[in-house]
Nanobody, 120 residues
Framework: QVQLVESGGGSVQAGGSLRLSCAAS?????MGWFRQAPGKEREFVAS????????YYADSVKGRFTVSRDNAKNTMYLQMNSLKPDDTATYYC????????????????WSQGTQVTVSS
């Protein structure tokens, strides 16, 4: 059983930055970030392989977002720079076992979600 506790959401103006954190209990193989905007389906954002640190990004965030992990703290981060209004969504972290893990069905555990709002 893995528990995920997410933090770090908030409101920011376009062009600003935010960092999300996701603390995990239990053994981790792959973790990912997803987001869901109102009226839209949940979409993949980024993922990281715990062993080795390989990362994978959605095209929409490549070059602006960076996913990383701290093994000692069993915590994953999402550094979001150059934020756009289109990035406004509820962000979720998830834990799974397949990489790059772009599909929701590849994850077994999910966080409660945190709101990110980017104003123009």
């Amino acid at each position: 059983q893995v528990q995920l506790v997410e933090s770090g959401g908030g409101s920011v103006q376009a062009g600003g930055s935010l960092r999300l954190s996701c603390a995990a209990s239990g053994r981790i193989f792959v973790m990912g970030w997803f987001r869901q905007a109102p009226g839209k389906e949940r979409e993949f954002v980024a993922s990281i392989k715990w062993s080795g640190g390989s990362t994978y990004y959605a095209d929409s965030v490549k070059g602006r977002f960076t996913v990383s992990r701290d093994n000692a703290k069993n915590t994953m981060y999402l550094q979001m720079n150059s934020l756009k209004p289109d990035d406004t969504a509820t962000y979720y972290c998830a834990a799974g076992s397949s990489f790059p893990g772009t599909l929701q069905r590849g994850y077994d555990y999910w966080s409660q979600g945190t709101q990110v709002t980017v104003s123009s």
